[in-house]
């Protein structure tokens, strides 16, 4: 008790400090753009991407734990994950639905992708592919909706599980590939070649085909024995 | 062992409360605290100051002013162990810096923040970086400018380019 007492004198005694340094340091600024970056790195973990993103928009100070972490963006900023709805055959518009957005559809003029389907698609550049059944062939090509820009990619004949490149699609050094899951081969086209150029595992394997990536400009296929 | 020790400290100008060692902190405009060593240890600076005997003397605590240091104190007596008798008193009290609205509490907080960050508590930057959060969650980011009252220091260019890119971050 008498403990218990003393305690709350110290904190009265603090109080009254409190009350009369109150009014020195209540004109004083603080300056939230110059938290030490330990601080605003744990803030910055805390929050949702959503507000997360908002918060590294506010000042440089705050904006620098976002650009030391989020590398994503290789050299252009690739825009916020979106949801490309199927179009009407003849419609030369898609409907987006931005998953960060709120409640934001964006139309997206695609001009040059009409008749196609959409195939998936790796970072922001959607597949488009056109069968042409009669020919017994796929028109396949890469279009960033976001720039516009599109690459086409020569014919292939029968649907692929999985298209990957090398670098940035346009460019002339990037090397594009194809693969069918459980395959034994695979194509790979530079820009300016005619046609694919079919390769094949290693002969006298078992191995099958189960996918492929590139990673930092190499191609990596993983492969399962039968 | 123990008892010579702390019969060195007291007569090499240490104060002990019983077997307790008091540290002394001066805070930037030099207002002085007397404070039990168990206690002041919740702090990883002091801890370590301790731990290399040169806690001897009063501890200056640059950058943190008295009346923040009276509050930063106020924590580690309710954060030492035996000190409050249950979890959810504890988080009671606590929650009085839950809300940082006002700007008084804003205030307070960003002082306690740098303070403990400055002293090394995590307990207490933990209340405080999660009081921020919470703040900060559902605000555009002109909200977050007005609320925090911070002036973009970005260029006009690259103001635009943030603008024209997540356009969605600055409405609400």
């Known amino acids: 008790m008498e403990q218990h007492k003393a305690q709350v004198d110290q904190y009265q005694d603090w109080s009254r400090l409190s009350t009369k340094r109150c009014k020195q340091y209540k004109d004083q600024v603080r300056d939230w753009s110059s938290l030490p970056g330990g601080v605003v790195e744990k803030i910055s973990d805390s929050l949702c991407l959503y507000d997360y993103l908002c918060f590294s928009n506010v000042c440089k100070s705050w904006r620098s734990y976002q650009e ?37 559809l964006l139309q997206l003029e695609m001009p040059t992708s009409s008749g196609g389907l ?59 590939m194809l693969f069918s899951y459980k395959g034994t081969g695979y194509d790979v086209w530079i ?33 399962k024995e039968l | 062992m123990s008892t010579a020790a702390t019969a060195d400290a007291s007569s090499s100008g240490d104060t002990t409360e019983g077997s307790v060692r008091l540290l002394t902190l001066q805070s930037e405009d030099g207002e002085v605290f007397e404070v039990k060593e168990t206690i002041a240890t919740q702090s990883v600076t002091i801890k370590g100051m301790v731990d290399d005997d040169c806690a001897t003397s009063t501890i200056p605590v640059c950058n943190v002013t008295g009346r923040t240091l009276a509050m930063v104190i106020e924590w580690w007596n309710k954060h030492e162990i035996g000190a409050v008798s249950n979890e959810k008193e504890l988080k009671e009290w606590e929650s ?17 923040l740098m303070a403990a960050n400055y002293l090394n508590i995590p307990t207490l930057l933990d209340c405080c970086t999660s009081a921020v959060a919470e703040a900060i969650k559902g605000k555009s980011t002109d909200e977050m400018r007005e609320f925090f009252d911070i002036k973009s220091d970005f260029d006009e260019k690259e103001e635009d380019a943030l603008r024209k890119e997540n356009q969605w971050a600055f409405e609400n």
């Open chain 1, 118 to 176: 959409f195939w998936g698609c790796i970072k922001d550049w959607l597949i488009i592919v056109k069968p042409f059944i009669k020919f017994a062939i796929i028109r396949m090509s890469l279009l960033n909706p976001f720039t516009g820009s599109k690459v086409d990619l020569p014919n292939t004949c029968s649907y692929r599980t999985k298209v990957v490149f090398s670098g940035y699609p346009g460019k002339q050094n990037c090397v594009y």
């Open chain 1, 191 to 223: 820009p300016e070649a005619k046609d694919w150029c079919r390769c094949c595992l290693e002969e006298g394997t078992d191995d099958v085909l189960i996918d492929l990536i590139c990673f930092k400009g190499c191609f990596y296929l993983l492969t």
């Open chain 2, 96 to 112: 009085q810096f839950d809300t940082i609205d006002d700007k008084s509490d804003r205030d307070d907080v960003y002082d306690l």
């Open chain 1, 68 to 104: 030391e972490t989020l590398q994503l963006h290789c050299n252009r900023s690739c825009g916020f994950p979106c949801l490309v709805m199927p179009k009407e055959t003849e419609s030369e518009t898609a409907c987006c639905v931005s998953l960060l957005e709120k409640n934001k």
